[in-house]
């Protein structure tokens, strides 16, 4: 289900949308869920903003071949359903980092150690920057952290740094 609200606030109330037998309130200020057929019927129109998200990439493969040729379009695609679900909804990379470093023996020399005054450490503490992370990743952070994970990667970046 595509996420879908108004570019700019109306004054008279909401934008009301009947397709499909289906009614649905565009504002400015909230998402309004539609399935992935009647969004894209809506993508080009600049007074509306129009949000794919990962849930949408499974009906890519059963759109009809008009709505696959808008969708083309929108986003200069080429190729058939599969083709452009991969373009739209890469999978996420999983990084392999094999184990390079090889455990030699060392011999040990024997270290005379001088005393020395011993000031406090002080423990930095780095800050995250959660901004490099996915949506999804971000979203698994913080439901380890038993917080929502409602919202756009914007608030999950913040609610994620402020759970630190």
Do not use: C, W
Request: no cysteine; hydrophobic share 40%; charged share 30%.
């Amino acid at each position: 289900m595509a996420k879908v609200k108004l570019a700019r606030h109306r004054v008279s109330g909401p934008l009301l949308l009947r397709r499909a037998g289906n009614t649905y309130a565009l504002t400015a200020q909230e998402d309004t869920v539609v399935p992935l057929g009647i969004a894209i019927g809506m993508l080009g129109d600049e007074g509306l903003l129009v949000e794919l998200d990962s849930t949408d990439s499974t009906d890519v493969l059963g759109l009809n071949e008009y709505n696959l040729t808008l969708l083309k379009r929108e986003f200069g695609l080429e190729g058939d359903a599969k083709a452009v679900k991969a373009a739209l909804f890469p999978p996420a990379k999983k990084t392999f980092i094999p184990n390079l470093i090889k455990e030699t023996p060392v011999e040990e020399t024997p270290v005379v150690e001088e005393p020395v005054a011993e000031e406090p450490e002080e423990v930095e503490e780095e800050a995250i920057d959660y901004s490099q992370y996915t949506v999804k990743q971000l979203k698994e952070m913080l439901e380890e952290k038993g917080l929502s994970t409602d919202g756009k990667k914007a608030d999950l970046v913040e609610r994620m740094s402020g759970a630190e």
